[in-house]
C-alpha cells in the first residue's frame, strides 16, 4: 500500500473555518488562509463531519446576512446618516447626524421573490407557439447562415 502525505488537518481549523465563512469567506479563501488547496478543503469536509458541519453552519450565517440585506434593499429601511460641515470661519467641524430612508428596490424585490417562489416568479423562457414567429425566424437565420456574402472592404 502506498504511504500518503500525514495531513496537515488540526481540529481547531473546524472553529477557524466556521468564523470565516459566517465573516463571508469562499472556499478558495478559506484554502488561502490555511494555505492549502481547494481540493484539501473538500479533502477535510469528506474526512472530518465537525470541519463539514462548522463550514456548513458558518455559510449559513453568511446566507443569512446576504438574505437579510436582500430583504431590507426589496422592502426599503431606515438609516442614520452623519453629514459633516466646517463653515467658513468656524473653529470645529460641526457633524449632523439625520435618518434617511432608502426606498424600496423593485429589482432586489424581484431577486428575492425569484428565489423564494421560483415557479411564480421564475423569468418566462421563449414561448412554444407565438403564431409561428418563432419558426420564421429560425428559417430565415438558417438561411442568412448558409448565404457566403463576400467581403468588401468598405
Same mark, same amino acid.
Given at each position: 500500500?502506498? $504511504?500518503t502525505?500525514? #495531513? ?5 481549523f473546524?472553529?477557524?473555518a466556521?468564523?470565516?465563512?459566517a +465573516? ?6 478559506? =484554502?488561502?488562509?490555511? +494555505?492549502?488547496?481547494?481540493? #484539501?478543503?473538500?479533502?477535510w469536509?469528506? =474526512?472530518?463531519?465537525d ?8 455559510k ?5 446576512r ?5 430583504y431590507?434593499? =426589496?422592502v426599503g ?8 460641515? *466646517? ?7 460641526v457633524?449632523f447626524?439625520y ?8 429589482? =432586489? ?16 423562457g421563449?414561448p $412554444? ?6 419558426e420564421? *425566424?429560425?428559417?430565415?437565420?438558417a ?8 467581403y468588401?472592404? +468598405?
Open positions: 500500500m502506498p $504511504e502525505r500525514p #495531513t496537515t488537518y488540526k481540529p481547531a473546524a472553529r477557524r466556521r468564523e470565516k465563512y +465573516g463571508g469567506f469562499t472556499d478558495r479563501e478559506l =484554502a488561502a488562509e490555511f +494555505g492549502v488547496s481547494r481540493m #484539501t478543503i473538500f479533502r469536509r469528506a =474526512a472530518h463531519p470541519f463539514a458541519e462548522a463550514t456548513a453552519l458558518g449559513a450565517v453568511a446566507n443569512e446576504v438574505e437579510r440585506a436582500l431590507e434593499r =426589496a429601511y431606515e438609516e442614520e446618516a452623519v453629514r459633516v460641515f *466646517l463653515p467658513a470661519g468656524a473653529a470645529a467641524p457633524i447626524r435618518s434617511r430612508e432608502v426606498r424600496a428596490d423593485v429589482r =432586489a424585490g424581484l431577486q428575492w421573490l425569484r428565489a423564494r417562489e421560483p415557479k411564480i416568479w421564475a423569468r418566462p421563449v $412554444e407557439d407565438d403564431g409561428g414567429i418563432v420564421r *425566424l429560425r428559417k430565415a437565420m438561411r442568412v447562415g448558409d448565404r457566403q456574402v463576400p468588401e472592404p +468598405g
